[in-house]
């Protein structure tokens, strides 16, 4: 019986919840009350070792933001989805560790700080590295706190007892450790290889640092004179002609002087027979060699392409397979250096290509120039032109098998990687994220770990006057270790510092502990999720899943979910330089044009770009950004968490979402307040379930089904789907309704089972939509517990909803009597509607709704059309009556008429726009659905749904032509 599955209903006074809903003042109560009380530590005692056998561990970590400045959507996207699975699995009896920590940034930190010291005129070479230090830890400590905070504003359920940062102790001697390890294995090695370099940082980066952006350019041709001689060869139709070299096509002329040799395709019948033979290098005193290799494209150019080893990556691997001489002609800022002829040292690169053509042509090499659009790569952080470099790094030998005695020993660590998710230890959703993840680790190359900056862990190397190499984890067992090696005299530690990933790359381990082997370790290891962007799959993701492995040969966690990145409402990338970044905070508490203005120009120099910035936020935003409060915002982040596609943000769901949380907050009101009017008090002799109470209980145990299983995929995008529909849709447009009805006629029973259901349900509703929008179902459930679990209300006294149960599903309640049954009340009344809006009905008027049915059926439905659609009076009968010019609607087995007659002329006129509009929107969803790109790129969900679409307006169409057909007849009779 359902009502032993409740306790007892008793009210008391109850402070009633303020007419509107006011999220500001919610948010930063519960906020602070959260974190006060302590309600998100993990639930097991880690010091005593005693943990609850039933509660299996489950942890979720931080992507870590840098250290550098606000959040941005990106983060608000990756935060809503970490949180609410955190909050899901707390209630699901998880002993949950949820890890809040930030990334020192080491590149973008150091920019930030150097450019405040340039405006002071200070260069950090003139401070020294300690004292430059001493600043970047300061601004950190600012910058962290306002990161931190803004965190908190998005109602992150993390237990900030364990935060970390990558620069903390605990971190660090991981990192040493790892470095001293891996090194020791012989996995790190220094050497002289070609690198992404940034002329303005002076440091190598990382392939996630670097952007591509395509320009207008030109395509240089450059005659290559032959060494011996001009050659006389047969063109393709037999005549002969003189050959005086080889023509290359370039966009980069200035490196011709680092040229090592002319490259052509084996199979390329043009230049065969030259292959082996040698060129004079134009404007330089040198001769290279002619060779062939498959990398060469026949297609591109002439087909001759000239070889340059140490300023580009592909000539780089070509220079190593042939044995080739590798010539650098750049200084670390890009100017010319010794190695190139006399009149262009010391020039700047691109001056130097400028006078390297004009020599060219003087000289008679130039052959022509072409226009040509060239993708030019940049510096993420600096936004300068970057340069291939070679240079003195430190590596990580990726496909390199560990020694024996290792834990993964034959091995390498790319292997390991592969394997661990080939095995199912680790698994990604969606599922095709794992086919990219296998390609990127089968084609791995060897990862440049060092940087050429001073913030981040110092690499623990030391260096002998000699240039012997000394690896330890502190200098007092670096100068040991010399010691015992016969090296004498003072020891220099390496100036670079480790690649911010590298760090990273360690997370969960050092934040659980490691290299100690501690209890939160042993407990939490491999039990948890990761939820990221895939624009970090390659550079973060993928070395956790290594490192972790090799090193402790567990794998981090267990599940990857990978959603995209959040695009503007035009699906542009959000970027300062573009001036169309939104500040999640200003979507919560809201913001004026003239700010929003102030803040999208901040920092650009480019006057053109500030109007142009300027006009299209005016343009969008005319009136500022209102104050939407965070659980709209996360319910918003919420339906966009399709896993794997990129977002186009639209502001207007926010809104949307923004009413939800108006309308749930008003239902809560309408619970208390009739409460209240009705003198309710504690009653339980007797329950008497209408079919609507039924109803609202088997729909509520069905949502139940659908949100656990959504959650188990990961699938936020459904959840908030589904919380919408159930709370708009079922409890408030039709059971509230219902419970209006049964209110105003039912007798003190049925009253006190219809407060009882509208309770209970609403409960539960709160408990479940808690993960998503945790602030309104916070407050609402403070108000509605006691009235629902009165038994337990002492206990739960000064609790949260966060710490309580999620709701289970209960077969036994889903009802399908008693779906079928509203189902059949829903398509009455709809038809009720259709009916009135037709006939153009008043409620004021004299007339009475004729109704032909199931007598039995109507009769119990019968309150519920007069109230909910205020016609007052009903007739029903056997058959109806004859009217020439009365409408009828009808839906399965029962009609529909009022005792009023139409114009027929003007419903035949309202039919025929009707339909019109219908076959519109229908045109507009088949195209839609023709749409390869559509059909094979949207999710599943949205194709379907556009499927339905497309069905509902060719039933509607049908419909109304029937009924146009119908009245048609009666016009020509």
Known sequence: MIQNLFPIISVESEKDLTKNFEPNKIESYWSSKWEKEGFFHTNGNVKTKKFDDKQKPFFIQFPPPNVTG????????????????????????KDLIFIPGTDHAGIATQLIVERQMDAEKISRYEIGREKFLERIWDWKDKSRKNITTQIRRLGTSTDWSREYFTMDKQVSNGVIEAFVKLYNQGLIYRGKRLVNWDPILLTAISDLEVKSEEIDGYMVYVLYPFSDGPKNILDKRGNRQVLMGLTIATTRPETIPA????????????????????????????????????????????????????????????????????VSIFTPDCHMNDNAPEKFQGLDRFDARKLIIQELQEAKYLVKIENHKIMQPIGDRSGAILEPMLTNQWFMNMTKPAPEGTINSGKSIS?????????????????????????????????????????????????????KIIVASNKTEAIQKAKD???????????????????????????????????????????????????????????????????????PFKDICIHGLVCDSEGQKMSKSKGNTLDPIDLIDGIELKNLLSKRILGLSDSKKIKNIQEHTKKQYPNGIPSFGTDALRLTMASYATPGYNI??????????????????????????NIKKYNFHKFSEKFEYSFTDYWIISRLEILKSKLVQSFSNYRLDNIANYLYHFMWNEYCDWYLEFAKVQIENGSKYQRFTTFYTLITVFESFLRLAHPIIPFITEELWQKIFPLANSENRDNLKGQSISLQTYPALNNNLINEKAEFEVSELQNQIEAIRTLKERINFQSNRNSSLIIKGDSVI??????????????????????????????????????????????????????????????????????????SNFVNRAPETIVNKEKNRLKEFLDSIEKLKEQYKKIEIRKNV
Not at 299 to 321: E, L, M, P, Q, W
Not at 663 to 672: D, E, S, T, V
Request: net charge neutral; charged share 20%; proline share 3%.
């Open 259 to 326: 040229d090592s040799a002319i490259c052509v395709h084996p199979n390329d019948d043009r230049y065969k027979e030259f292959i082996g033979k040698t060129v004079n290098l134009p404007l330089c005193d040198r001769k290279i060699p002619i060779i062939s290799d498959e990398f060469v494209d026949i297609k591109f150019g002439t087909g001759c392409v000239k070889i340059t080893g140490a300023h580009d990556f592909n000539d780089y691997t070509c220079s190593i397979r042939h044995n080739l001489s590798i």
């Open 70 to 93: 606000n959040l941005h959507m990106g983060h608000a996207f990756n935060q809503t989805i970490m949180d609410s699975i955190a909050r899901y699995q707390r209630m699901s009896g």
């Open 485 to 555: 090696m016969n090296i004498s005299g003072d020891l220099k530690q390496d100036p670079d510092v480790l690649d911010t990933w590298f760090s990273s790359s360690l997370i969960p381990l050092t934040t659980f502990g490691w290299p100690k082997n501690t209890i939160d370790l042993e407990r939490f290891l491999s039990s948890g999720l990761l939820v990221s962007g895939f624009d970090i799959i390659f550079f973060w993701v993928a070395r956790m899943i290594m490192m972790s492995t090799h090193l402790t040969g567990q794998v």
């Open 648 to 673: 186009n943000f639209d502001l207007s769901r926010c809104e949307g979402y923004r009413n939800f949380c108006n309308k749930l907050w008003n239902a809560g009101r309408f619970i208390l307040i």
């Open 858 to 931: 109507l009769y119990r439905n019968k309150p519920y059309f007069s109230n909910i659609e205020k016609v007052t009076q009903i007739r029903i009968v056997d058959s109806l009556p004859h009217m020439t010019n009365a409408l009828i609607q009808t839906t399965g087995k029962t009609a529909f008429m009022f005792d009023i007659e139409i114009d027929v002329s003007t419903e035949l006129e309202r039919l025929s726009k009707q339909i019109t509009q219908l076959k519109n929107k229908a045109y507009i969803s088949i195209n839609k659905l023709k749409n």
């Open 415 to 467: 292997e390991i990687g592969l394997n661990v998710v080939e095995q199912g230890l680790i698994k990604f959703y969606p599922k095709n994220w794992k086919n990219i993840y296998v390609n990127w680790l089968n084609n791995i190359e060897d990862w440049c770990i060092s940087r050429q900056l001073w913030w981040g862990h110092q690499i623990p190397a030391w260096y002998s006057s000699s240039g």
